[in-house]
Structure formats: structure tokens, C-alpha cells
T-cell receptor
């Protein structure tokens, strides 16, 4: 079957670093995506990994290990505005078609002053 | 920001009534999607479209139908709404690669009483 696991909730302090993990089991793999979703708003794209390794984009970095079925999103220099849910999604090329993503339930990140 | 709008933003309806949600894009993207988002679940795909009059089912399509008569419009219809269809509905669009980097509309909060 398919499954994507993320922690339900995490708390971190403003200015610190936090790592949000995502593990997945899918029958095929064709890329992993991270999205940010503020409460009451739509998800917005953060990052995309298809090869193993680290992708850095400003304060945010995303890592992928395909052999371990594992990814993490690393947020540095946390700001209050980073309080949001972070969604992990895998494009499963073995699914009904190549047009769909399998989504985790999201990790709610709470930033404290 | 991608030009994608959903209407209505909020709707309250009664069990058994038909409901239509509209998604309109100005990006001329080929792919359009309807998702629902419920607490404790990842985003779940209802239906998607890969061109005018080309649509297919997602993982939770029962009780829903869609139509795409123009590139810019993708309609989601609940033929006879049930309380289990109370949810937040998101429309999303993507360009060439058919899924992955999605741009979402602002969502529709639907309550079925």
C-alpha cells in the first residue's frame, strides 16, 4: 500500500532550527514535494526533490533519501510567520496515472517567542 | 501568484441538495484538480482534468462529478450532498508536468447540514 507519515505537531522557538521528517511507502516514486499551509489558507509550494541529497532555498532546505523512503524539511532562523502546517507529498508514478500526488496529513509547526 | 479563483468561498447547504463549486484559472494551464481536505487526513484527490472534456477520477470520487467545457473553468458538482461531504475543497492547477508543483485556489468551506 501507500503511506506517508509526518509528525502531527511540533513546537520550536523563534530564531532556532527545526527539522520536519517525512517517511513514505509507495509502490513507485517520481518526486517528493513540500508545501506550506497557513491556517485558513491554501497550500503553497516550497520544494521539490527527485534525486537524493539536499536542496537549499534560503532559510528552507529539503533532503531526500530514496533508499530509506525518507525526507526532511529544515527551517533555519525561525520566524513567527513560519507557524503553519507543512505538507509532504509524493508523486507515485505507479498510481492510476502520473497525475496525482499522495499527501501526508501535515505537520503543524508552532513557533514560540 | 497564479491566477486561480474559487467560488463560493463559503457555503452551507442541506442534505440531499445539489451543490456546484467553480474553479476559474487565467493561466491557461492544462491540468486542473479538485481536492478535499479534512482534519487528520492529507489532501485527497476527488477528480482531475488533463484538458477540455478530459477528466478522470481520483481516490475519493464517489458522490462527485466534474465538468470542464473550457480550459479556464473546472466545475465540481455534488449531486446530492451528504454530511460526509462537509469539508474544505481546494482547486489546483499545474502546467506541463501533470502534477507536483501545484497552485491552489483559496478554498471553499462547505457545510452540509
Amino acid at each position: 500500500g501507500q503511506n506517508i507519515d509526518q509528525p502531527t505537531e511540533m513546537t520550536a522557538t523563534e530564531g532556532a532550527i527545526v527539522q520536519i521528517n517525512c517517511t513514505y511507502q509507495t509502490s513507485g516514486f517520481n518526486g517528493l514535494f513540500w508545501y506550506q499551509q497557513h491556517a485558513g489558507e491554501a497550500p503553497t509550494f516550497l520544494s521539490y526533490n527527485v534525486l537524493d541529497g539536499l536542496e537549499e532555498k534560503g532559510r528552507f532546505s529539503s533532503f531526500l533519501s530514496r533508499s530509506k523512503g525518507y525526507s526532511y524539511l529544515l527551517l533555519k532562523e525561525l520566524q513567527m510567520k513560519d507557524s503553519a502546517s507543512y505538507l509532504c507529498a509524493v508523486r507515485d508514478g505507479a498510481q492510476w496515472s502520473n497525475y496525482q500526488l499522495i499527501w501526508g496529513a501535515g505537520t503543524k509547526l508552532i513557533i514560540k517567542p | 501568484d497564479a491566477g486561480i479563483t474559487q467560488s463560493p468561498r463559503h457555503k452551507v447547504t442541506e442534505t440531499g441538495t445539489p451543490v456546484t463549486l467553480r474553479c476559474h484559472q487565467t493561466e491557461n494551464h492544462r491540468y486542473m484538480y479538485w481536492y478535499r481536505q479534512d482534519p487528520g487526513h492529507g489532501l485527497r484527490l476527488i477528480h482531475y482534468s488533463y484538458g477540455v472534456k478530459d477528466t478522470d477520477k481520483g481516490e475519493v470520487s464517489d458522490g462527485y462529478s466534474v465538468s470542464r467545457s473550457k480550459t479556464e473553468d473546472f466545475l465540481l458538482t455534488l449531486e446530492s450532498a451528504t454530511s460526509s461531504q462537509t469539508s474544505v475543497y481546494f482547486c489546483a492547477i499545474s502546467d506541463g508536468d501533470g502534477g507536483g508543483k501545484l497552485f491552489f485556489g483559496s478554498g471553499t468551506q462547505l457545510s452540509v447540514l
